[in-house]
């Protein structure tokens, strides 16, 4: 959308041809021999070690995984263990010239990616450096069970060593001891302290974080690069697809300040062992023939692509030592086709009947490990008798880690009993934090001096003024008030970006951040291509990293295409990683009408099941301001719905208006918008207006007080109020905007029925809308809760109401009817 690039069409309608560079395949060809000018024969020699140990461990969980023994040592693992046998090359090659900084982000089958990257880390880190971090992290918990159980430790980096594995192989077994005290498990082990992100057992999960990550460290100037391992399945998946596109957007190469100009820090690492599953990538599931190929249609770098050879740990030594080059020279991202192969199956139960012995055999003749260890003895690099040494090590210290991690008297799990609440802690972070990093923000102009603010200083911050409504050109309305607090925090918080389609410049879909453009650098506040899995998968990464972010998902319908990043990324690696992760993300959700089936629903009920994300609803000015300072100053992921009838409405319920100045509403917490006796009404979103109608007529044709109250948050939400409310009146009833079944109006009026049942006269009553498609917006009011549903629900469900005549039917008889159709 920006107006500085025009395009002409007749550049763009002249013929001519796409031309194409080659992409390299195995094109590496140094002999160990030639590389020993390059290593040290120390580090050539610890690379095998590496391989050997991630070797190593991954048999013993195999071996423990199958017969429930390693070396002795007897344990029964329930769980899942996804084996990256064969490919210990791949990760240490990738690993070694990874640091801290680097950041790496894997799949449910990164153990040795873990591994690889900790023993790295550990190499290059000074020993008070890792002092530091293993003395800090748990405050010390996991230090201690090493430290005093693992003797003839000889120096600071062996213990690091014993550490990380230590706290690798306890996650794994769910121990309390563990990096995430168990909650993450084989699939999710990570260890920030290293460089090491979630892994993610959703296939291509961690595609899009990653990119959030390598946004975090554009847009903050952070040091190092974003590595994310993803298998050749993941290729096909939709999160790899929409991250690819969010990582090559032209604006990173052409709109932003030169400061910041040029490609994401990134390299999208597909380990391409051959099989998703059990299903052949290369001539069976997919048309790419070779991975690497898929970079030549995405970008006109063709994203660096390159396909290496995966079994030579050198190779990708080599390959990733001229990527990262690259990315440090702002030219990225890249996709590396890394070619290996598991000699496993997908997991334990997997008999590899989709494959043959002689392929199998045929792989496991070119072992990696085995390969690279007779180049080393080949080369004068290392004898037998040191490589029989390096074994027994191995051997010795990966059996020790085992036996550590099953003793339930040093690796005790988490104790529900004792503490039931050792999960629930971790939930949420129920933080304040003003500003996630303590640096002067980048903006364009003062704040004061914004176009937008300043028009809104001619505004009046009140709905009615002398009984009279004020008219919508001059009143202080909702958007404005989301826009007011988004201002502030832009001019607060130095990491807070804001992303979505069609934000800058337009000013999204609802004007809601019209003027922000003025105020902010393009790096700030950006389009993005139409990814809405993206957008909000890269969101959690980089709020995971220590950023904040608001994304726009710009109509509640399009949920859908990002459910795996809300439903599964954004909700659970605070918890996931026992606290060790924050999440400072807010998704603006927008609920329509007038757009019928497909941009007008209402799904606050399907986002508020998913345990993990704080859901909020403002439907006035002041509690729409209110609740954003809340959300943009917590550390929690909020979704936060509006509803489009409301944008341009005013504040009717504080007198005062909406303060200019700084305040918060907390969210969780129902607002009483008026008082009455007879009967309660709760209510989310635009039906607060709807209720109010309603009262009205209540009041005056049938002298019924109601009491209002404006639910404003969903989770977390307090009872409390309208407990006392319900004691008071006797009756309730629930309405949203949200269809009937399934809602969590349905939830809440059932726990209000269990909390308050000796006060209340009769069940509490849900209106929702139909459950039917979202009508034209001509049908919308057939559709939506009006106000005399409300007025006949209680009339048939509540108390009959003296000379009404009921024009919506809410008998028993059409409850059974409607629900027995499915309507």
């Not at 704040?447 to 505004?459: D, F, G, L, M, S």
């Not at 990464?541 to 319908?557: A, K, L, S, T, W």
């Not at 917490?669 to 209540?698: H, M, N, Q, S, W």
């Not at 209000?752 to 849900?766: G, K, N, Q, S, T």
Request: hydrophobic share 40%; net charge negative; with cysteine.
């Amino acid at each position: 959308m920006p107006k500085s690039q025009f395009i002409d069409p007749n550049e763009v309608r002249k013929s001519g041809w796409i031309k194409f560079f080659d992409i390299p395949v195995n094109q590496y060809s140094k002999t160990l021999e030639e590389e020993r000018q390059n290593f040290s024969d120390d580090q050539l020699i610890r690379i095998y070690r590496d391989m050997l140990i991630i070797r190593e461990f991954e048999t013993m969980l195999s071996l423990i995984k199958t017969t429930g023994e390693y070396n002795g040592i007897k344990y029964d693992y329930p769980g899942p263990a996804h084996l990256s046998i064969g490919q210990e090359a791949a990760a240490v090659g990738q690993a070694f010239v990874l640091d801290k900084d680097d950041f790496i982000f894997g799949s449910h089958r990164s153990h040795g990616e873990v591994i690889a990257k900790g023993l790295s880390t550990i190499e290059k880190l000074s020993d008070d450096e890792l002092l530091k971090i293993m003395e800090s992290y748990f405050d010390g918990a996991i230090l201690r069970v090493v430290e005093e159980n693992l003797k003839n430790i000889s120096s600071i980096k062996e213990l690091a060593v014993n550490f990380f594995l230590y706290g690798t192989l306890a996650e794994i077994f769910g121990r309390e001891t563990g990096f995430q005290k168990g909650l993450g498990g084989s699939m999710h082990v990570f260890f920030p302290p290293f460089g090491i992100y979630p892994n993610n057992a959703i296939v291509g999960g961690s595609a899009d974080i990653a990119v959030g990550a390598a946004l975090f460290k554009k847009i903050n100037k952070k040091n190092g690069i974003v590595v994310v391992n993803i298998g050749d399945g993941s290729m096909a998946c939709g999160p790899v697809w929409e991250a690819m596109c969010l990582a090559t957007m032209d604006q990173y190469k052409k709109l932003w300040d030169d400061e910041y100009r040029g490609g994401l820090p990134i390299i999208f690492n597909f380990m391409d062992n051959q099989y998703a599953m059990g299903g052949q990538t290369r001539g069976e599931t997919m048309g790419y023939d070779m991975l690497a190929r898929v970079g030549a249609g995405v970008n006109p770098e063709q994203m660096q692509a390159e396909r290496v050879d995966g079994y030579n740990p050198l190779a990708v030594i080599d390959a990733m030592k001229r990527k990262k080059y690259l990315l440090e020279q702002k030219q990225g991202p890249v996709l590396l086709d890394i070619v290996t192969y598991r000699l496993t199956g997908h997991s334990p139960s997997d008999s590899s009947s989709y494959r043959t012995k002689e392929e199998i055999e045929a792989w496991a003749a070119q072992d990696p490990i085995v390969t690279y260890k007779d180049e080393l003895i080949k080369a004068g690099v290392v004898t037998e008798e040191k490589i029989q040494e390096i074994q027994s090590y191995v051997k010795e210290l990966i059996t020790k880690i085992c036996a550590l991690a099953v003793d339930e008297n040093v690796s005790p799990r988490i104790n529900l009993v004792k503490d039931p609440d050792g999960i629930a802690r971790y939930m949420f972070s129920n933080q304040k934090i003003e500003k996630m990093e303590d640096r002067t923000p980048e903006v364009l102009i003062p704040k004061e001096e914004n176009p937008r603010v300043k028009q809104i200083k001619n505004k009046i911050r009140v709905g009615i003024v002398d009984g009279k409504p004020v008219p919508k050109a001059k009143v202080f309305n909702l958007r404005d008030a989301i826009f007011e607090a988004l201002l502030d925090k832009f001019y607060t918080d130095p990491t807070l970006i804001s992303y979505g389609e069609d934000l800058r410049d337009w000013g999204g879909a609802f004007a809601v951040y019209r003027g922000l453009t003025e105020s902010l650098p393009y790096h700030r506040l950006f389009n993005t291509c139409i990814s809405e899995g993206a957008i909000v998968g890269s969101a959690v990464g980089y709020g995971m990293c220590g950023g904040r972010v608001v994304v726009e998902i710009m109509y509640c319908d399009f949920i859908g295409r990002a459910g795996d990043e809300i439903f599964n990324q954004l909700a659970k690696w605070q918890a996931m990683s026992a606290g060790t992760l924050k999440m400072p993300v807010i998704v603006r959700v927008s609920v329509g009408s007038k757009y019928g089936a497909q941009h007008s629903q209402d799904w606050t009920s399907i986002v508020s099941h998913i345990p993990g994300l704080k859901v909020v609803f403002p439907a006035t000015p002041y509690d729409a301001k209110g609740l954003m300072n809340s959300a943009l100053s917590s550390t929690d992921p909020v979704i936060f719905f509006e509803s489009q009838r409301l944008y341009d409405i005013g504040e009717l319920f504080h007198k005062e208006g909406v303060p200019e100045g700084y305040y918060e509403v907390p969210i969780g917490e129902p607002d009483i918008k008026k008082e009455g006796k007879d009967i309660t009404i709760l209510t989310v979103g635009a039906t607060l207006y709807r209720a109010l109608d309603a009262a009205k007529i209540l009041e005056e044709k049938y002298g019924v007080s109601a009491e209002i109250i404006d639910a404003r948050s969903l989770v977390p939400f307090n009872y409390e109020k309208v407990i006392e409310s319900v004691k008071k009146t006797g009756r309730i009833v629930l309405a949203s905007d949200a269809c009937a079944r399934g809602s969590i109006l349905k939830d809440m009026a059932a726990t209000i029925a269990d909390l308050a049942f000796d006060y209340l006269d009769a069940p509490p009553v849900v209106v929702g809308s139909k459950n039917w498609i979202v009508p034209a917006y001509e049908f919308e009011n057939y559709f939506f809760p009006q106000a005399d549903w409300i007025i006949d629900a209680i009339h048939e469900r509540i108390m009959p109401l003296k000379g009404h005549v009921p024009k919506n039917n809410f008998t028993t008889n059409e409850i059974l009817r409607t629900n027995r159709l499915g309507i």
